[in-house]
C-alpha cells in the first residue's frame, strides 16, 4: 500500500536559518504530492503540492520537488522565522478508484528560535 | 477553496457518552472525508462520507462506533458513540477538490474524553 515516511523531528533551528524536512514515499502509479502545516491551535492547511514528477510546489518561501527517481519530496526553506513554527504533514494522494485518499506521514514539528 | 466549518470545536465528554460534530461547507461536494488525528499522532481516514449512500470505513473502523450521516452535498456529521479516553483525537472533515485530489480541512474537533 501507499505509505509516507518523514523525518521525526522535533526540529529546532535559529531564525533565518536553513530548513530541509525529508519526506519519501511509497506509491503506485503516479501520486500527488502535497506538504500541510499545522499551526498551533489550528487546523490543517494547504502549504504546497506537486502533481507530477519534476513538478515544483511552492508557497511562502517554502520549496519541495517532486523526484521520481528518488521517490522523495523533501519541504526546503532558505530562511525560516520564528512564525514558521508548525507540525509539518507530507502526504500522497492516491487517486485511484472513486475517492482519492490522503496518506499522511507522522509530521514534523518545527521550532524555530530566536 | 472552500470553507468548511466545523461544530463543535472542542468539547469534554464523559466516558460512555456519544457526541456528534457537524460539518458545513460553502459549496456543494460529492465527498467529504473525516479523520482523526490522535494526540501526537497523524491524520488516520476513518470514512468517505457519500451524499445518497453509506459511508465507505477504512479498516479499524465501523459504522456502530462512528456512524455517519450526509443528507445533503454541503452537509455530514459523524458521531463518535460510546466514547473511552482513546477517542480523545481531534476529529477533522474534510473535502476533496475534483482533478487534483488536493483536500481541503476544517478546523477540527478537539475531544476530550474523561
Known amino acids: 500500500g501507499n505509505s509516507v515516511t518523514q523525518m521525526e523531528g522535533p526540529v529546532t533551528l535559529s531564525e533565518e536559518a536553513f530548513l530541509t524536512i525529508n519526506c519519501t514515499y511509497t506509491?503506485?502509479?503516479?501520486?500527488?504530492l502535497f506538504w500541510y502545516v499545522q499551526y498551533p491551535g489550528e487546523g490543517l492547511q494547504l502549504l504546497l503540492k506537486a502533481t507530477k514528477a519534476d513538478d515544483k510546489g511552492s508557497n511562502k518561501g517554502f520549496e519541495a520537488t517532486y523526484r521520481k527517481e528518488t521517490t522523495s519530496f523533501h519541504l526546503e526553506k532558505g530562511s525560516v522565522q520564528v512564525s514558521d513554527s508548525a507540525v509539518y504533514f507530507c502526504?500522497?494522494?492516491?487517486?485511484?478508484?472513486?475517492?482519492?485518499?490522503?496518506?499522511f506521514g507522522t509530521g514534523t514539528r518545527l521550532q524555530v528560535t530566536l | 477553496s472552500a470553507v468548511i466549518s466545523q461544530k463543535p470545536s472542542r468539547d469534554i465528554c464523559q466516558r460512555g457518552t456519544s457526541l456528534t460534530i457537524q460539518c458545513q461547507v460553502d459549496s456543494q461536494v460529492t465527498m467529504m472525508f473525516w479523520y482523526r488525528q490522535q494526540p501526537g499522532q497523524s491524520l488516520t481516514l476513518i470514512a468517505t462520507?457519500?451524499?445518497?449512500?453509506?459511508?465507505?470505513?477504512e479498516s479499524g473502523f465501523v459504522i456502530d462506533k462512528f456512524p455517519i450521516s450526509r443528507p445533503n452535498l454541503t452537509f455530514s456529521t459523524l458521531t463518535v458513540s460510546n466514547m473511552s479516553p482513546e477517542d480523545s483525537s481531534i476529529y477533522l472533515c474534510?473535502?476533496?477538490?475534483?482533478?487534483?485530489?488536493?483536500?481541503?480541512f476544517g478546523e477540527g474537533s478537539r475531544l476530550t474524553v474523561l
Open positions: 474534510s473535502l476533496r477538490v475534483v482533478g487534483t485530489g488536493e483536500l481541503f
Open positions: 502526504a500522497l494522494s492516491d487517486l485511484t478508484g472513486t475517492a482519492s485518499k490522503l496518506t
Open positions: 506509491a503506485t502509479g503516479y501520486p500527488s
Open positions: 462520507a457519500n451524499q445518497g449512500s453509506e459511508a465507505t470505513y
